[in-house]
């Protein structure tokens, strides 16, 4: 009887020992992009010539668990909207110029090696000669406002790819040149 019981208690102890980590396997869930650059609700400023902004991956586990995975992400990148044109007296009546049924003057040039590369560790830099960023016009004076009261005339919306998952989209203003504003620059820094 005790050699009984004691067997059948062995038998419930391991029983509960596999039953505990049975089907519990971790797994990816998502991934978080982010930068650890200046930014205006979500989007994020690439500032000046061969400016910088440090891209980073995080894959998000089951068990809470996060990684980061920048290193072994892969980039997708799309231009939207348009650079700033250079005249402060026809941008503020159409941020693209033409961009009805015909094609913008000013459209975004595409992602690559000569506009905002991203390298494999997730180092994004501004080459380009570009402004995306508008300061809004100061109602009481007709002028560019003073502080600046910025506004994207476009971005690149950057995605990280890692074992099948996408992330979340950023989007990032490009502050090469200088814009509108009388304070100079281009875009929050």
Same mark, same amino acid.
């Given at each position: 009887?005790?050699?009984?019981?004691?067997?059948?208690?062995?038998?419930?102890?391991?029983?509960?020992?596999?039953?505990?980590?049975?089907?519990?396997?971790?797994?990816?869930?998502?991934?978080?992009?982010?930068?650890?650059? &200046? =930014?205006?609700?979500?989007?994020? #400023?690439?500032?000046?010539?061969? /400016?910088?902004?440090?891209?980073?991956? @995080? +894959?998000?586990?089951?068990?809470?668990?996060?990684?980061?995975?920048?290193?072994? &992400? =892969?980039?997708?990148?799309?231009? #939207?909207?348009?650079?700033?044109? /250079?005249?402060?007296?026809?941008?503020? @009546? +159409?941020?693209?110029?033409?961009?009805?049924?015909?094609?913008?003057?000013?459209?975004?040039?595409?992602?690559?090696?000569?506009?905002?590369?991203?390298?494999?560790?997730?180092?994004?830099?501004?080459?380009?000669?570009?402004?995306?960023?508008?300061?809004?016009?100061?109602?009481?004076?007709?002028?560019?406002?003073?502080?600046?009261?910025?506004?994207?005339?476009?971005?690149?919306?950057?995605?990280?790819?890692?074992?099948?998952?996408?992330?979340?989209?950023?989007?990032?203003?490009?502050?090469?040149?200088?814009?509108?504003?009388?304070?100079?620059?281009?875009?929050?820094?």
């Amino acid at each position: 009887m005790k050699r009984t019981s004691l067997l059948l208690a062995l038998i419930v102890a391991a029983l509960a020992l596999l039953s505990t980590s049975c089907g519990t396997s971790d797994y990816l869930q998502s991934l978080t992009l982010s930068s650890q650059g &200046s =930014t205006s609700g979500g989007f994020y #400023n690439l500032a000046g010539l061969d /400016g910088t902004l440090q891209l980073k991956v @995080t +894959a998000n586990y089951h068990s809470g668990k996060t990684i980061d995975v920048t290193n072994a &992400s =892969t980039w997708s990148v799309t231009p #939207n909207g348009c650079a700033y044109s /250079g005249d402060p007296v026809a941008w503020p @009546t +159409a941020l693209c110029p033409g961009a009805v049924g015909a094609q913008p003057p000013n459209l975004l040039p595409a992602y690559g090696p000569t506009t905002v590369p991203i390298s494999p560790t997730g180092l994004m830099t501004g080459v380009a000669n570009l402004c995306t960023w508008y300061d809004l016009t100061d109602q009481s004076t007709g002028m560019p406002a003073n502080p600046p009261e910025w506004v994207y005339t476009g971005w690149y919306q950057v995605t990280a790819s890692y074992k099948g998952f996408t992330s979340q989209p950023v989007g990032i203003g490009v502050g090469v040149t200088t814009s509108n504003s009388p304070t100079g620059g281009c875009g929050p820094s």
